[in-house]
């Protein structure tokens, strides 16, 4: 399990990120106001930690990120569907997945009404977030270097995830 820290750190990247993400906030290019979002599956923290694992609730309650190629899901080709770990809303189905090749479970469209975003400009790096719609748990980021026909990559944790084979 790797926090975002701990890979910008590996990657020698914190100096250039921090500097990038201050000079873009001055000049109002970014900004991080957020509507605050209410959920309809809502648990305190201490309830959040006991009904999560410690690497679930790192990833889903705290916006870590797990190591690539560490989850099953990621080699998962059944046909089914993956639910967040968090609530157990549906949130894509097995036939919009692919392997992008980057080691976390690779979407290219979501199940209608299944997740909600926001901008994400940790890091000096404007990228957009995903996450449950329902209990707010952190799944990932889109991309949009993703196959047709959306173009899109969802790259989600898959330890933020459950699978149920159809």
């Known amino acids: 399990m790797y926090t975002r820290r701990q890979i910008l750190l590996a990657g020698g990247g914190l100096g250039v990120a921090v500097l990038a ?15 605050a979002e209410t959920f309809e599956v809502n648990h305190t923290e201490a309830e959040w930690r006991s009904l999560l694992s410690a690497e679930q609730f790192a990833v889903l309650r705290e916006e870590g990120t797990e190591r690539p190629y560490s989850s099953a899901l990621n080699d998962e080709h059944r046909t089914g569907t993956f639910a967040c770990a968090g609530c157990a809303l549906p949130l894509f ?16 469209q979501p199940l209608d009404h299944a997740v909600a975003s926001h901008v ?10 995903i996450h449950c719609r329902r209990c707010g748990g952190h799944q990932g980021h889109v991309f949009d270097d ?12 898959g330890v933020a995830m459950t699978f149920t084979a159809a």
């Not at 906030?25 to 900004?31: C, G, H, I, R």
């Not at 994400?120 to 977030?129: A, I, L, N, P």
């Not at 993703?146 to 944790?157: D, E, I, K, V």
């Open 21 to 35: 993400g201050g000079v873009l906030k001055q000049l109002s290019m970014v900004t991080e106001v957020q509507a």
């Open 146 to 157: 993703g196959p047709a026909p959306t173009g899109l990559r969802y790259c989600m944790n």
């Open 93 to 108: 189905a097995s036939s919009t997945k692919f392997d992008s090749h980057t080691g976390w479970p690779s979407f290219w």
């Open 120 to 129: 994400d400009t940790s890091y000096g790096v404007v990228r957009k977030e």
